[in-house]
T-cell receptor, first 112, second 116 residues
Framework: QKEVEQNSGPLSVPEGAIASLNCTYS??????FFWYRQYSGKSPELIMS????GDKEDGRFTAQLNKASQYVSLLIRDSQPSDSATYLC????????????FGTGTQLKVEL | GAVVSQHPSRVICKSGTSVKIECRSL??????MFWYRQFPKQSLMLMAT?????????EQGVEKDKFLINHASLTLSTLTVTSAHPEDSSFYIC????????????FGPGTRLTVL
């Protein structure tokens, strides 16, 4: 059973702080990983993808991948109240067909 | 880029009726489209995977005769909930994958179905 695990939270951070979201996965063969943001009542929105070990930065977001430890993380710098949402981590299935295995999501609350 | 539309956004129907939901990739061709269901405060549940011109692959426990999926073109997939019942009330979300590079999926805005 392929699994992606996340702490459900809520993770509360003050405005302006760095939010750190973590994810582990069981499928060693996964080559692609994604972070989606989902606001309450809305559909998920892709915010970051990462395929190689190391860091990938895009604006205030940095995704980190460590394949040896089977660990993916998302850092959000200068957190804003508008970042308050559920963040879903997903790993690409190695069985083909472009399927993703999603974690259950971490709820982030950015407090004023 | 990578825009996926879904129609309707919200539908209310009577028990026993059928409801069709359309999913379109607007600016790319989607080799694969996916249909998910999400109940309040729960995670996404993949219902089925569809490829253009072929039969959909349903996840375990999903009734293929109840949830009919058609993927007629590289930009359009439809989900029909047949003989809907109140327990089918949920948030249905489609996603589309261009199939280039990784497995990235782009989600439509979702359809909220309420069956009375």
């Amino acid at each position: 059973q392929k699994e992606v695990e996340q702490n459900s939270g809520p993770l509360s951070v003050p405005e302006g702080a760095i939010a750190s979201l973590n994810c582990t996965y069981s499928d060693r063969g996964s080559q692609s990983f994604f972070w989606y943001r989902q606001y309450s009542g809305k559909s998920p929105e892709l915010i970051m993808s990462i395929y190689s070990n190391g860091d990938k930065e895009d604006g205030r977001f940095t995704a980190q991948l460590n394949k040896a430890s089977q660990y993916v993380s998302l850092l959000i710098r200068d957190s804003q109240p508008s970042d308050s949402a559920t963040y879903l981590c997903a790993g690409g299935d190695t069985g083909g067909g472009n399927k993703l295995t999603f974690g259950t999501g971490t709820q982030l609350k950015v407090e004023l | 880029g990578a825009v996926v539309s879904q129609h309707p956004s919200r539908v209310i129907c009577k028990s026993g009726t059928s409801v069709k939901i359309e999913c379109r990739s607007l600016d790319f061709q989607a080799t694969t489209m996916f249909w998910y269901r999400q109940f309040p405060k729960q995670s996404l549940m993949l219902m089925a995977t569809s490829n253009e011109g072929s039969k959909a692959t349903y996840e375990q426990g999903v009734e293929k005769d109840k949830f009919l999926i058609n993927h007629a073109s590289l930009t359009l997939s439809t989900l029909t909930v047949t003989s809907a019942h109140p327990e089918d009330s949920s948030f249905y979300i489609c996603s589309a994958s261009p199939g280039t590079g990784g497995n990235e999926q782009f989600f439509g805005p979702g359809t909220r179905l309420t069956v009375l």
